[in-house]
């Protein structure tokens, strides 16, 4: 398998081959994983990474474990899957993606008749679902934002929310796909992302195969961009929506107050597995990562031993912040996402 952008992850037989994305832009590289542990490790060190595409992942870590049990009956893949469960759960908490598909699958197993052949099936089967059902998820996002975005647009994105970040189309990248394959002539600025640069090596990577023009800024350039009157709008991606709040990759709600501030609409891409309607932003876990991210630049230090630093993977962004966030199913505003929850929460 080459790097295939419209599909990311494959499942084949008991093993899954996805792109190991800590080494582009310079190298193309795949990881084949057969283990349930194979896949808590190359999440954990973000080989595979961004919300939608870590619940795929998670998920076919449940179809490995069930693939390869010799488990005699129900009751015995049933422990063997809950084990694994909690192996993937621990990985990395703040993507809500990751547990909800954990939960799709473990009900699936659970609601399966029959025995441990049924039960790998079903499994198996519904992993494959939650990956295809996230591409169509994704297709029809960038439907419904090419609305939002006019001809002649330069759009701000921030980390990486495409292909890469899901099992295809991506979601802010989606809308970006969709408005440019709907003639419209737009232009993309993407912010680096420090400290693991997933802009300066994923988006740009990204939307230069596809010839949709992208420029890249470091992150703190965004406030000088934006009042120079360069940017038209925002589009990003999201870990989790919670009821008052989303949570996205850091930096994301320093731009969203900047946006504010100079008039650009702020958008948020993400289907509905991203959705935390019983959660406040009080609730989520942020993830802290290993501060090595940020005393190197790569494999350089960049600060003298023994800096204390602090690396938060992810902030919170207020929804008086939001224009309007754009699902699988419409565009809305955040007062609509708070209804919304009323009746789902
Ligand atoms: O730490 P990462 O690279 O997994 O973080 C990714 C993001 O924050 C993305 O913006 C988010 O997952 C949306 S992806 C469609």
Same mark, same amino acid.
Do not use: C
């Given at each position: 398998m080459?790097?295939?952008?419209?599909?990311?992850?494959?499942?084949?037989?008991?093993?899954?081959?996805?792109?190991?994305?800590?080494?582009?832009?310079?190298?193309?590289?795949?990881l084949k994983i057969e283990s349930c542990d194979g896949i808590a490790k190359?999440?954990?060190?973000?080989?595979?990474?961004?919300?939608p595409l870590l619940g795929a992942v998670a998920a076919y870590g449940l179809a490995l474990t069930a693939f390869h049990s010799k488990a005699k009956d129900k009751d015995q893949i049933m422990r063997e899957l809950a084990a694994s469960a909690e192996i993937?759960?621990?990985?990395?908490?703040?993507?809500?993606?990751?547990?909800?598909?954990?939960?799709r699958?473990?009900?699936?197993?659970?609601?399966?008749?029959?025995? /441990?052949?049924?039960? !790998? $099936?079903?499994? #198996?089967?519904?992993?494959?679902?939650?990956? %295809?059902?996230? =591409?169509? @998820?994704?297709?029809?996002?960038?439907?419904?934002?090419?609305?939002?975005?006019?001809?002649?647009?330069n759009l701000l994105t921030h980390c990486n929310a495409g292909s890469l970040a899901t099992v295809g189309y991506g979601t802010a990248l989606g809308v970006i796909r969709a408005a440019w394959s709907d003639g419209k002539s737009i232009?993309?600025?993407?912010?680096?992302?420090?400290?693991?640069l997933q802009g300066a090596r994923l988006t740009t990577y990204e939307l230069l195969r596809e010839r949709i023009p992208v420029t890249l800024i470091t992150d703190n350039m965004v406030g000088y961009i934006m009042s120079k009157g360069l940017v038209d709008k925002?589009?990003?991606? /999201?870990?989790?929506? !919670? $009821?008052?709040? #989303?949570?996205?990759?850091?930096?994301?709600? %320093?731009?969203? =107050?900047? @946006?504010?501030?100079?008039?650009?609409?702020?958008?948020?891409?993400?289907?509905?597995?991203t959705f935390d309607m019983n959660r406040l932003a009080e609730d989520?876990?942020?993830?802290?990562?290993?501060?090595?991210?940020?005393?190197?630049?790569?494999?350089?230090?960049?600060?003298?031993?023994?800096?204390?630093?602090?690396?938060?993977?992810?902030?919170?962004?207020?929804?008086?912040?939001?224009?309007?966030?754009?699902?699988e199913e419409d565009v809305i505003s955040p007062e609509e996402f708070q209804k919304l929850s009323a009746i789902n929460g």
């Open positions: 080459g790097i295939n952008l419209t599909r990311t992850i494959e499942w084949k037989a008991g093993s899954v081959t996805t792109i190991d994305q800590t080494k582009l832009p310079n190298r193309t590289s795949l190359a999440i954990r060190t973000m080989q595979v990474r961004g919300a993937l759960k621990r990985t990395r908490p703040t993507a809500v993606n990751l547990f909800w598909a954990l939960k699958v473990m009900k699936k197993a659970e609601e399966t008749r029959g025995d /441990a052949v049924d039960v !790998v $099936k079903a499994v #198996v089967d519904e992993s494959q679902m939650i990956a %295809t059902e996230d =591409v169509e @998820a994704n297709q029809k996002i960038g439907k419904h934002g090419t609305n939002i975005v006019d001809d002649g647009d232009k993309v600025i993407a912010t680096e992302t420090r400290p693991l925002v589009i990003v991606g /999201a870990d989790r929506i !919670v $009821k008052d709040a #989303v949570v996205n990759k850091i930096g994301t709600y %320093t731009i969203a =107050v900047l @946006a504010k501030e100079h008039k650009v609409p702020f958008y948020v891409a993400a289907p509905k597995s989520v876990i942020v993830e802290e990562r290993n501060i090595e991210e940020v005393v190197k630049f790569g494999d350089m230090r960049i600060a003298p031993k023994k800096i204390s630093a602090l690396n938060p993977a992810f902030d919170i962004t207020p929804m008086k912040y939001i224009t309007a966030i754009i699902y």
